[in-house]
RNA sequence: GCGGGUUUAGCUCAGUUGGGAGAGCAUCUGCCUUACAAGCAGACGGUCAUAGGUUCGAGCCCUAUAGCCCGCACCA
């Protein structure tokens, strides 16, 4: 082997050969039972940031854990086209190149649409591939693929169909910088310090932060039961600067006690006063187009200036008028687009909306019988969403993404959606398409059985769907997994997964977000040249459980650097241990266990449960940690050591390729090119991937006295260390206690403690370690000093189990090992204390 | 306003059905002991946020309070 593992080398080399022979395609007509877990398809927005790393690297160690058990594993990549996202980041790329969208056509900006997702494509999967995922290449799917067009076009065709799709008009969320409608999901809100102005309506006195939509006024709204303004009800006042007349209405959504108590009603530009205005019939007054700058009925001196600056003007032209009560200070939340983050403008819109309310009720019926959310903590989360469902809208005023497949007759004006790209109406005239785009949302929501191809009809979806497990981030469980529920549900009649595993978000060593403007952001690539694909995987994963966000430093890649270094050089040793004993099988003989050997068993048999448990409960951020402490803490740190002077060398090296054997098929989800590479050295098989994962009930015998007894003989080793160190002039160690220690054992002991052991028949000891009696021939005081220390810390002990098997209570619920063990120790302490005390 | 999460060693975090608090890092002290100084060994370090309650027994269950985080709603 090696000096060092060189892990640039084996990353390309395993690399290509998985990609050259399809290793991880899956195969359809396969006998093996299905695992599939299809991946969230990135956004072709930009390279993959680190947390994408995390999001697959979670799901390449459930897909190779499950192949190690036996399933046909299919791991399916993607990408999303992200219609907005994607059409913000090209409309800024072609403004540094000094190219208005405005100046194009649509076909001339679908080109560089094109070139855009060309370019990521192959990014993402370069980079994809990087990590070492263990991905079906070959099932490679884009959102905007044939195929996936196909899906979106008879999917938006059942739906329109059967009802749930509808045209209609009414308040939107509108971006002016985006130039579309967004869904409520789409808008962040963000707390920001704005002004409340007072402004004189006639005699009344309205509060409001958004003076310039005045001009959209049809009404002033106050509480029916607020006495101040009782008997306006009914009157009319002027709009401030104009001289159109408003009536006063009484309404309860009126807050009484905010601000003035009187609100001016603005339906065309706000949710609420849209309500008001509906219920009390008020017409809609547009005066903000759909570039956010006035127009229509407000003034012409404010026409063409944006919202924000009209308002400015607005309130000089109040103050100036003398109509201006005061100006206040005022923190509220505003919406802002998630992709932009510009405020959003509700406008009155015509829009494609999906009806909601049916779909949801099998979402929320399957939580649960069936559908399984990775942390529970998301479920209350999930129902209140889907229990407060408004209907969806899905149409955006893009150019990139899906044409909505909804269809007008030149000829007999018939409107009809279509799974065919260009039809033809039914009367044989030529078709027209609807101009908008869908929501990027739409597609995500058909990814599960979409990307299994043929539109639901293929030897993959009936193999492979309904899909395992989706991990995703639970940011997104609104934009996208609620609706990847009910629209498997309506599409497939199936829930497309069983489980969701919902990750957190990766932070920066301090806990912050990951973000380019406080520049804390980790290039995955960056870390993945450095020190490796495994080091990024191990360290992203470890260290954390599941339902936290995990925090992310360079410092992690170098203990988890150091960590390769120490299997590596393990690995070393024991291949050089094993050829001096002339061993390479792992043929252990049961009947020849020393107490090591026992203990070590034991413990593998305890990783392996307890790696396995966390793995089935996607919490593999712990079993990382699990196998870390076994291989560093007790294979290196304990068993390597004792075998140095082990007594039969052959058996000795047997365990240790059987301990090696199965600790790297435990890694491997987590660490796949390391482990392969080690496997393929010591056991000449290819690909440690398609091993079996280790089971403890392989590993036959119940060691755990003798486990027990070595975990003595450690503490005594620990004490023995430390008493040397205190002391340097320490050489030997008189034991009594001689039962329970053979010569092998007193090897170990030696050897690790690097204190020469003597045994005793009768000790008179000056020191006490778990059951040893030992006399290291320190002066009389000192001995009896820790000698009497140790029969009080006895006397307190036993007192303690007396006390509690004395308590009958304790003795009648208490389950019935816990009291055996209780009388165990009390009788130990006790021959203990009185062997002392004699 | 409603709801959820979280609070354990200086830091980052484990702690599986309640049965004497753990790891790594950091700090300090020894070591090049022939797999590994990217290492070995040892030590130091915790009123498990606070206050009550349930229980024979609480880091774990219940109630309240506080800090931090998140979601939803309101937001004139």
């Given at each position: 082997m090696?000096?060092?593992?060189d892990?640039?080398r084996?990353?390309r ?7 050259e022979r399809?290793?991880?395609k899956?195969?359809n007509k396969?006998?093996k ?6 991946m969230?398809?990135p956004n072709?927005?930009?390279r993959?940031h680190?947390?994408?790393?995390f999001?697959?690297t979670?799901e390449d160690a ?5 192949r ?6 299919l791991?399916l990549p993607?990408?999303d086209?992200?219609a ?7 409309v800024e790329?072609l ?16 080109v560089y ?6 370019k ?7 980079q994809f ?6 991905a079906?290449w070959?099932?490679f799917s ?6 996936n067009?196909?899906?979106?076009r008879r999917a938006?065709?059942k739906?329109y169909?059967?009802g749930y ?7 939107v ?6 130039e579309?409608?967004l869904?409520?999901a ?9 002004s409340?102005?007072?402004?004189k309506?006639?005699d009344l ?6 003076p ?5 006024d ?7 039961s607020?006495k101040?303004?009782a ?6 006042v002027?709009?401030p600067l104009t ?13 009484i006690?905010?601000?003035?108590g009187a609100?001016?009603?603005?339906p065309?530009h706000?949710?609420?006063?849209n ?5 009390h019939?008020l017409?809609a007054v547009c005066?903000?187009?759909?570039k956010?700058?006035m127009?229509g ?11 924000l ?5 607005v309130v000089?032209d ?10 206040k200070p005022h923190s ?5 687009c ?5 405020l959003?403008e509700?406008q009155?819109?015509?829009?494609w ?14 939580l649960n019988?069936?559908l399984?959310l990775?942390?529970?903590k998301?479920e209350k ?14 149409s955006?005023?893009l150019?990139?993404g899906?044409k ?10 018939k409107?009809?959606?279509?799974e065919?790209e260009?039809?033809?109406c039914?009367?044989?005239g030529k078709c027209s398409?609807?101009?908008d785009?869908l929501?990027?949302w739409f ?11 043929a539109r ?5 979806f009936?193999k492979?769907?309904?899909t ?5 981030a639970?940011e997104?469980?609104f934009?996208?997994v ?8 309506y599409h497939t009649?199936k829930?497309p997964?069983?489980?969701v595993v919902?990750?957190?978000l ?7 977000k ?7 952001g980790?290039d995955?690539?960056?870390i ?9 995987r ?6 954390t459980?599941l ?5 992310y430093?360079?410092e ?12 590596w050089?393990a690995?070393?040793?024991?291949e050089?241990y094993?050829?001096?004993a002339?061993?390479s099988d792992?043929k252990?003989d049961?009947?020849k266990?020393?107490?090591?050997d026992?203990w070590i ?7 392996i449960?307890d790696?396995?448990a966390?793995?089935?409960?996607f919490?593999i951020g712990v079993?990382?940690d699990?196998?870390e402490?076994?291989f560093?803490?007790?294979?290196c ?5 004792s075998?140095?002077v082990?007594?039969?060398k052959?058996q ?6 059987f ?6 098929r ?6 796949p090119?390391?482990t392969?590479?080690?496997y393929?050295?010591?056991f000449d098989i ?5 091993e ?9 015998g119940?060691?755990a006295?003798?486990?027990r007894l ?13 008493a ?5 002039a320490?050489?030997t160690a008189?034991?009594?206690s ?10 170990i ?7 020469k ?9 000056d020191a006490?370690?778990?059951e040893?009696k ?8 000192k001995k009896?000093?820790e000698?009497a220390?140790k029969i009080?810390?006895l ?5 303690r189990?007396?006390k509690m098997?004395a308590n009958p209570?304790?003795v009648s619920k ?9 009388q165990?120790?009390l ?6 204390l009185?062997?002392l005390?004699n």
């Amino acid at each position: 082997m090696e000096k060092n593992f060189d892990f640039e080398r084996a990353e390309r080399e395993i690399n290509a050969r998985w990609l050259e022979r399809e290793t991880f395609k899956a195969n359809n007509k396969s006998d093996k039972a299905p695992y599939t877990v299809i991946m969230p398809p990135p956004n072709i927005t930009a390279r993959l940031h680190i947390g994408h790393a995390f999001n697959a690297t979670i799901e390449d160690a459930i897909i190779r854990f499950k192949r190690m058990q036996g399933f046909e594993a299919l791991l399916l990549p993607g990408a999303d086209h992200a219609a907005i996202a994607t059409e913000v980041k090209v409309v800024e790329e072609l403004r540094k190149q000094g190219i208005e969208k405005a100046s194009l056509t649509r076909e001339q900006f679908s080109v560089y649409i094109e070139t855009w997702y060309q370019k990521y494509l192959g990014e993402i999967c370069e980079q994809f591939k990087g990590l070492g995922l263990s991905a079906d290449w070959s099932r490679f799917s884009f959102t905007m693929d044939d195929n996936n067009k196909a899906h979106v076009r008879r999917a938006f065709k059942k739906l329109y169909d059967e009802g749930y799709i509808y045209k209609g008009t009414r308040m939107v969320n509108w971006c002016p910088v985006c130039e579309t409608a967004l869904s409520d999901a789409e808008v962040e809100f963000e707390e920001m310090q704005r002004s409340l102005y007072e402004i004189k309506y006639g005699d009344l006195v309205v509060a409001t932060t958004r003076p310039e939509t005045m001009f959209g006024d049809t009404a002033v709204a106050v509480n029916p039961s607020d006495k101040r303004y009782a008997k306006l009800v009914g009157s009319f006042v002027e709009i401030p600067l104009t001289n159109k007349k408003i009536p006063i209405i009484a309404d309860e959504s009126v807050d009484i006690k905010f601000g003035t108590g009187a609100l001016k009603i603005t339906p065309a530009h706000d949710h609420n006063d849209n309500a008001v205005g509906i219920k009390h019939n008020l017409e809609a007054v547009c005066v903000i187009d759909q570039k956010g700058k006035m127009c229509g009925d407000a003034p012409i001196k404010y026409h063409g200036m944006t919202a924000l600056e009209a308002r400015k003007v607005v309130v000089a032209d109040l103050k100036a008028a003398g109509l201006l009560v005061s100006v206040k200070p005022h923190s509220s939340n505003v919406g802002t687009c998630y992709r932009c983050h510009n405020l959003v403008e509700p406008q009155i819109s015509s829009q494609w909306f999906m009806k909601m309310k049916e779909l949801a009720q099998p979402a929320i019926d399957c939580l649960n019988k069936g559908l399984n959310l990775y942390p529970k903590k998301f479920e209350k989360i999930y129902l209140n969403w889907l229990n407060n469902i408004k209907d969806w809208c899905i149409s955006r005023q893009l150019w990139s993404g899906h044409k909505i497949p909804v269809f007008e007759c030149g000829e007999c004006r018939k409107r009809f959606a279509s799974e065919f790209e260009r039809p033809i109406c039914s009367c044989g005239g030529k078709c027209s398409q609807d101009n908008d785009v869908l929501d990027t949302w739409f597609s995500s929501a058909l990814w599960p059985f979409s990307t299994l191809g043929a539109r639901g009809n293929s030897d993959d979806f009936k193999k492979f769907y309904p899909t395992q497990t989706m991990a995703t981030a639970y940011e997104i469980i609104f934009f996208w997994v609620i609706r990847m529920v009910f629209s498997g549900l309506y599409h497939t009649e199936k829930l497309p997964f069983e489980n969701v595993v919902l990750h957190g978000l990766v932070r920066d060593s301090k806990g912050r977000k990951m973000s380019k403007s406080l520049g804390n952001g980790i290039d995955p690539m960056v870390i993945i040249k450095e020190f490796g694909a495994d080091v990024l995987r191990f360290s992203l994963l470890s260290g954390t459980k599941l339902d936290r966000d995990p925090r992310y430093s360079t410092e992690k890649a170098i203990l988890t650097r150091n960590f390769i270094n120490k299997i590596w050089n393990a690995s070393k040793f024991i291949e050089a241990y094993a050829l001096g004993a002339e061993i390479s099988d792992l043929k252990i003989d049961f009947a020849k266990l020393g107490a090591a050997d026992k203990w070590i068993l034991t413990q593998l048999k305890k990783v392996i449960k307890d790696t396995t448990a966390r793995f089935e409960k996607f919490d593999i951020g712990v079993a990382c940690d699990y196998l870390e402490r076994f291989f560093w803490g007790d294979v290196c740190d304990v068993y390597l050591e004792s075998a140095k002077v082990s007594a039969d060398k052959k058996q000795t090296a047997r365990i240790l390729l059987f301990v090696l054997n199965n600790f790297l098929r435990l890694l491997h989800p987590i660490m796949p090119f390391a482990t392969t590479t080690l496997y393929k050295e010591f056991f000449d098989i290819e690909d440690v991937a398609f091993e079996p994962f280790p089971n403890a009930e392989e590993i036959k015998g119940n060691f755990a006295k003798e486990a027990r007894l070595f975990e003595g003989y450690i503490a005594l080793i620990k004490y023995l260390r430390d008493a040397k160190k205190k002391d340097n002039a320490l050489k030997t160690a008189n034991v009594f206690s001689s039962d329970l220690i053979d010569g092998a054992n007193i090897a170990i002991i030696e050897k690790l403690s690097a204190v020469k052991i003597e045994l005793e028949k009768i000790a008179k000891p000056d020191a006490v370690v778990s059951e040893f009696k030992i006399l290291l021939g320190v002066d009389e005081t000192k001995k009896r000093a820790e000698i009497a220390k140790k029969i009080d810390e006895l006397k307190f002990e036993i007192a303690r189990s007396e006390k509690m098997l004395a308590n009958p209570a304790f003795v009648s619920k208490a389950p019935a090992a816990l009291i055996k063990a209780e009388q165990e120790k009390l009788a130990r302490n006790e021959s203990l204390l009185k062997s002392l005390i004699n």
